[in-house]
T-cell receptor
Framework: AQSVTQLDSQVPVFEEAPVELRCNYS??????LFWYVQYPNQGLQLLLK??????LVKGINGFEAEFNKSQTSFHLRKPSVHISDTAEYFC??????????????FGKGTLLTVNP | NAGVTQTPKFQVLKTGQSMTLQCAQD?????MSWYRQDPGMGLRLIHY???????DQGEVPNGYNVSRSTTEDFPLRLLSAAPSQTSVYFC???????????????FGPGTRLLVL
């Protein structure tokens, strides 16, 4: 079974600093990878996804992530964060394509706190 | 489109009571799922459905029942609530057979449940 590890449960940063949220997955087959964001008291919103093709994926709000198959990683980055980026970020993986396997496995989340 | 809607937003139950959490989507999505979110645990899949009349268990199905009589609705039933079911519940939907296999899951705003 696949698993997702988010290496940091909390990441505090100052406004305008760069940030990297780390995500590693375990799977021996092809995967689809996702990052979701959850703002306080809200549901989850898709930030970006990797399905195939270019390993550098750009998402909303200036975030990007790079798929590294050899290191089984999908780290999320932003060159300059804003106060409004304070939220919890979830990495998720889905194995394969088609068929009936649509299930996502989520990491435990990383709380990003941006301080002034 | 209203997207994915969930009712109620908040609920307090006593141990042993039953209730149904409602989830509806107006995007004609085939795939729907229920997750629970607990601090430090990320999101865990409870049950999912790949279409009307088809449901299956996720990672943590015990204590929960589901049915899918229509494409739009996917209610989650707690037959005899327990304090361990205190959590935030999210419903999500996606359309696996849509053009390009968009793979994006759309989440509802969540239901906060407290079982005393």
């Amino acid at each position: 079974a696949q698993s997702v590890t988010q290496l940091d449960s909390q990441v505090p940063v100052f406004e305008e600093a760069p940030v990297e949220l780390r995500c590693n997955y375990s799977s021996s087959v092809s995967v689809y990878l996702f990052w979701y964001v959850q703002y306080p008291n809200q549901g989850l919103q898709l930030l970006l996804k990797y399905l195939s093709g270019s390993t550098l994926v750009k998402g909303i709000n200036g975030f990007e992530a790079e798929f590294n198959k050899s290191q089984t990683s999908f780290h999320l980055r932003k060159p300059s964060v804003h106060i409004s980026d304070t939220a919890e970020y979830f990495c998720a993986v889905r194995i394969g394509s088609g068929g009936s396997n649509y299930k996502l496995t989520f990491g435990k989340g990383t709380l990003l706190t941006v301080n002034p | 489109n209203a997207g994915v809607t969930q009712t109620p937003k908040f609920q307090v139950l006593k141990t042993g009571q039953s209730m149904t959490l409602q989830c509806a989507q107006d995007m004609n999505h085939e795939y729907m799922s229920w997750y629970r979110q607990d601090p430090g645990m990320g999101l865990r899949l409870i049950h999912y459905s790949v279409g009307a009349g088809i449901t299956d268990q996720g990672e943590v199905p015990n204590g929960y029942n589901v049915s899918r009589s229509t494409t739009e609705d996917f209610p989650l039933r707690l037959l005899s609530a327990a304090p361990s079911q205190t959590s935030v519940y999210f419903c999500a939907s996606s359309h696996p057979k849509s053009q390009g296999y968009q793979e994006t899951q759309y989440f509802g705003p969540g239901t906060r449940l407290l079982v005393l």
